[in-house]
């Protein structure tokens, strides 16, 4: 019953956030630790996922956008290899601590 919770994840990290894989490696080697998964079946299991989830997105995308591009793949490029990440706006250190967090815990 691992497969949906792998596909999920996979999913959630191809689609919308790279930031995601600090989740599911933790899962992942869990799921291994606890022998839900064995290690090549789940590396199996999350790349035909993650090919799967990358082509569809790359597809879509590409239609709307005029151009072939995948949305994640480009903003990961942008923040850490043309290291422009500053260009979206910088916060004091303390800002997450101060505002964002207060804010999201208090569902605002």
């Known amino acids: 019953r691992w497969r949906p ?3 999920l994840m996979v999913m959630a ?3 919308f956030r790279c930031d995601m894989l600090v989740l599911v490696g933790p899962v992942a080697l869990s799921m291994l630790a606890t022998r839900q998964a064995r290690f090549f079946p789940l590396l ?3 790349l035909a996922c993650g090919v799967a989830c990358l082509a569809l997105t790359v597809a879509v995308d590409s239609v709307f956008w005029g151009r072939w591009l995948w949305p994640e793949g480009d903003v990961l ?3 850490t290899v043309q ?3 500053h260009e979206w706006g910088t916060m004091p250190w303390h ?3 101060s505002s964002a967090l207060p804010r999201a815990l208090l569902g605002g």
Do not use: D
Request: no cysteine; charged share 5%.
């Open 83 to 85: 290291n422009k990440s």
């Open 13 to 15: 990290t191809v689609w």
């Open 77 to 79: 490029w942008f923040n």
């Open 95 to 97: 800002w997450y601590f």
């Open 5 to 7: 919770a792998v596909a």
């Open 44 to 46: 199996a299991w999350g």
